[in-house]
């Protein structure tokens, strides 16, 4: 099973900086890694599809980058709305499909 | 634009039955893969099964195999998931979620139901 590695656990950043969460694999996923956002209350979203896909309508603030085992989403200006706990997930190596435990991005 | 809609979920005592649904509109049902993925209170998310767009083949998380079961009602546009000898740490949000290629197993999971609640207690 492919474990991901996600940090820092919580992220606590102004509105206006810059954010970068990482997610590290216990093994290769080639470029098979996804990022999701999910606010409180509410579903996942998907945001970045193969490491570096930006999904549909996903402002251009959002952008990721890695292969291989290291990954990271960059959020270049945190907007308010963008505070949040985002996942990574690996479907490179499955079942099973693997998420990462998670990066809270908070106000400071 | 696509829409899933969760329900079933409720209260059940540990080794009960629940089973829910997911009604799908706004896309071509019979061509996406779809999965089941839940989330213990104030936990991160577990991916539970998979079906294919035609129900061919089927995946499970071992912590469900053997206990739960997908499956798929293409002419009704609506996804299932049997949840048996159900546990207490079984509690959790359960999701459904489309994938995003078509026809394949890609488990990019670009759309999501709102959830529905399952407690398993005594």
């Known amino acids: 099973e492919v474990v991901l590695t996600q940090s820092p656990a919580t992220l606590s950043l102004s509105p206006g900086e810059r954010a970068t969460l990482s997610c590290r694999a216990s093994?290769?996923?080639?470029?098979?890694l996804a990022w999701y956002q999910q606010k409180r209350g509410q579903a996942p979203r998907l945001l970045i599809y193969?490491?570096?896909n930006r999904a549909t309508g996903i402002p251009a603030r959002f952008s990721g980058s890695g292969s291989g085992t290291d990954f990271t989403l960059t959020i270049s200006s945190v907007e308010p709305e963008d505070f949040a706990v985002y996942y990574c997930?690996?479907?490179?190596?499955?079942?099973?499909?693997?998420f990462g435990q998670g990066t809270r991005l908070e106000i400071k | 634009q696509v829409q899933l809609v969760e329900s079933g979920g409720g209260v059940v005592q540990p080794g009960g039955s629940l089973r829910l649904s997911c009604a799908a509109s706004g896309f071509t049902f019979t061509t996406y893969g779809m999965n089941w993925v839940r989330q213990a209170p104030g936990e991160g998310l577990e991916w539970v099964a998979f079906?294919?767009?035609?129900?061919?083949?089927?995946y499970y998380a071992d912590s469900v195999k053997g206990r739960f079961t997908i499956s798929r009602d293409n002419s009704q546009k609506t996804l299932y998931l049997q949840l048996n000898s159900l546990r207490p740490e079984d509690t959790a949000v359960y999701y459904c979620?489309?994938?995003?290629?078509?026809?394949?197993?890609?488990?990019?999971?670009?759309?999501w139901g709102q959830g529905t609640l399952v407690t398993v207690s005594s």
């Open positions: 997930q690996q479907r490179y190596n499955w079942p099973p499909i693997t």
């Open positions: 979620a489309k994938i995003f290629y078509e026809g394949g197993t890609d488990n990019i999971f670009d759309s």
């Open positions: 193969d490491a570096s």
């Open positions: 079906v294919q767009n035609d129900g061919s083949r089927e």
């Open positions: 093994q290769t996923v080639i470029k098979y």
